[in-house]
């Protein structure tokens, strides 16, 4: 795949991962607009994680039963960008959590995205590409908090939306235009079996393993990143929606670290590198909670957790694809269940938990997720086996075997 390919595709990833988390820097205005109270605005972005989730479920596994997954990528751009248009339009709060939803669901064109790169890379590139392309989750999530906290302050909270919904239809129209079609190996599944084995994956141990530490690794990030607006506005900052926007400079970080994480895990470290990401990420909550005092302690944590948790995500996602070579949409949004669950937990916890007990709780809230997801790791994380049932599909895929054979001996 060459460059400017990737390139499109991780824009692709950034524009959708975007209209999910584009409220977090102006929650506050946002609830105000629509009639919420402080404690709620958490939701706001919660109702697209569960939207997301929604979609992981009924819509990701269409990747491995349609053809032409490029034209699947352009349909969930459009209606992503009816849902964001949706969201700008709303005079009420029930309007609004609708075209959250609608956007959040088909915004998992983002695994068909990782998909589709997956599929197309040879084993030898497969992580560097998929560290490529998630990189743009990485800029869709933190960049766009620069980008929506400057238009929010100049056109309100709305122009976010509509922007985002532009962007997503003219990208459709870039990719059916540019992108190959991506050759399967073997006939596609129907809708049902590929439900059904999207749902056999939760009983594979590896799969169940990855899971549980991408859980706590997006709780983890999203205490930091749906909570980090509500005491910066409090006092002794109190700073704008556009100041606040532009702590997601520091956070962009992450993207390198998901593009060396894909180069690591090509080399067969993915595993260990993820351990070593996990114990990062809890040292990283150690500056974080210094908010109240220091903010270049926090902007220290902040480029540290993000790196940490692109490092841990994208190895995850490496070693699953390499082991379902044949199921890579249904296994990256099984595993991607898990992160939205996660995420969703984290936005609606750290706004109950700070409105109630301040940053230091919301602090220690986020490097407890970090610790239990370290804990999955360390026991179960090296050792997880494959389901018998799930060796044949991966039969003569040397990358797959080998990886499988690195993550049982670690």
Request: hydrophobic content about 55%; glycine content about 12%.
């Amino acid at each position: 795949m060459d460059v400017w390919r990737r390139l499109l595709l991780a824009i692709v990833c950034g524009v959708a991962v975007a209209s999910v988390y584009a409220a977090q820097p102006v929650l506050a205005p946002m609830g105000e607009s629509l009639g919420l109270s402080a404690g709620h605005l958490g939701w706001i972005v919660s109702i697209g994680q569960f939207g997301y989730l929604a979609g992981l479920v009924l819509l990701v596994p269409l990747g491995d039963v349609v053809a032409n997954r490029r034209r699947l990528i352009a349909v969930h751009l459009v209606i992503t960008a009816a849902g964001l248009v949706l969201t700008a339009a709303a005079s009420a709060a029930w309007m609004a959590f609708a075209g959250l939803a609608l956007a959040g669901m088909f915004a998992v064109v983002v695994q068909t995205t990782v998909a589709y790169a997956a599929s197309v890379s040879p084993p030898a590139e497969r992580g560097r590409n998929i560290g490529v392309v998630t990189s743009g989750v990485v800029v869709g999530i933190l960049g766009a908090r620069v980008v929506t906290g400057l238009l929010a302050e100049q056109w309100g909270w709305r122009s976010i939306y509509l922007v985002l919904g532009v962007l997503a239809l003219g990208l459709a129209a870039v990719v059916l235009r540019v992108l190959p079609a991506d050759e399967r190996s073997r006939r596609p599944a129907g809708y049902r079996q590929a439900v059904v084995a999207f749902g056999g994956l939760f009983g594979d141990r590896l799969f169940l393993t990855r899971g549980l530490i991408a859980f706590f690794l997006f709780a983890s990030f999203g205490t930091l990143w749906s909570g980090l607006s509500l005491p910066l506005t409090d006092g002794p900052w109190h700073l704008s929606e556009s100041q606040i926007g532009l702590f997601g400079v520091a956070g962009l970080a992450g993207a390198l670290g998901a593009a060396r994480a894909g180069r690591w895990a090509d080399a067969g470290r993915a595993v260990p590198i993820a351990g070593f990401g996990l114990a990062l990420l809890i040292v990283s909550w150690a500056a974080i909670a210094q908010l109240p005092w220091s903010l270049w302690l926090l902007i220290v944590g902040i480029v540290v957790l993000d790196f940490a948790v692109q490092v841990v995500h994208v190895s995850n996602q490496h070693l699953l694809t390499s082991v379902h070579v044949e199921r890579t949409s249904s296994v990256i949004g099984g595993y991607m269940v898990f992160y939205s669950l996660g995420s969703a937990l984290g936005a609606a916890a750290t706004t109950s938990v700070f409105t109630s007990y301040g940053w230091g709780a919301s602090s220690l809230l986020g490097a407890g997720f970090a610790a239990c997801a370290l804990i999955v790791w360390a026991v179960d994380g090296g050792r997880a086996s494959r389901s018998p049932g799930s060796r044949s599909e991966t039969a003569g895929a040397h990358g797959g075997r080998e990886e499988r054979r690195k993550a049982e001996t670690v």
